[in-house]
Antibody, heavy 121, light 110 residues
């Protein structure tokens, strides 16, 4: 059974950084991309980027380039998303999701429970 | 303003059939497959339909998806109270070189 377990809620001041972890289980960690998606309070979903846990390669959405870092530690099968220079509008629930594909079509099939990041002074 | 356009709300009575539309452009829904997610209040999104019309195991066949040109649709037949949730479409966008979501549709079961 596939599960993605994320780290707990965080509170940061504006200008600080935050790192959220995502630990999948139930499959080979290096076999599937990990995507990060966020949702501001009462708002829709926004894709942030992905990491290939096998190579460490990443791709980021234009809105986050320069502010987001995605890494992984294959020894403990954990992916990380770090967002820097936080602003109040970064307050959101951050989700990790497993990327899967069939033929050349991709989709996110399993999601973590979400991590609330609150940015406030 | 979301790249993919969904109606902000939809509603129906138990047993009814409702459809939710997702409109995009040639750079996203017109050239890539569409996936749909259901999000119950306070929970993570759940994959409902992938590759336009495929249902993951465990998703009731009351849920179906279709795509024509640059528009996709999610249909829910035999509406149940437990279907009350937010629904999102998503597709890859070649111009933005990233995944784009619809703004979400809040489904109310009257």
């Amino acid at each position: 059974q596939v599960h993605l377990v994320q780290s707990g809620a965080e509170v940061r001041e504006p200008g600080a950084s935050v790192r959220v972890s995502c630990k999948p289980s139930g499959y080979t960690f290096t076999g599937y991309y990990i995507h990060w998606v966020r949702q501001a309070p009462g708002q829709g979903l926004e894709w942030m980027g992905w990491i290939n846990p096998n190579s460490g390669g990443t791709k980021f959405a234009q809105n986050f380039q320069g502010r987001v870092t995605m890494t992984r530690d294959t020894s403990i099968s954990t992916a990380y998303m770090e967002l820097s220079r936080l602003r109040s509008d970064d307050t959101a629930v951050y989700f990790c999701a497993r990327g899967n594909y069939y033929d050349s079509s991709h989709y996110f099939d399993y999601w973590g429970q979400g991590t609330l990041v609150t940015v406030s002074s | 303003q979301s790249v993919l356009t969904q109606p902000p709300s939809a509603s129906g009575t138990p047993g009814q059939r409702v459809t939710i539309s997702c409109s995009g452009s040639s750079s996203n829904t017109g050239s890539h497959t569409v996936n749909w997610y259901q999000q119950l209040p306070g929970t993570a999104p759940k994959l409902l339909i992938y590759i336009n019309n495929q249902r993951p195991s465990g998703v009731p066949d009351r849920f179906s998806g279709s795509k024509s040109g640059t528009s996709a649709s999610l249909a829910i037949s035999g509406l149940q109270s437990e279907d009350e949730a937010d629904y999102y479409c998503v597709a890859w966008d070649d111009s933005l070189n990233g995944w784009v979501f619809g703004g979400g549709t809040k489904l109310t079961v009257l």
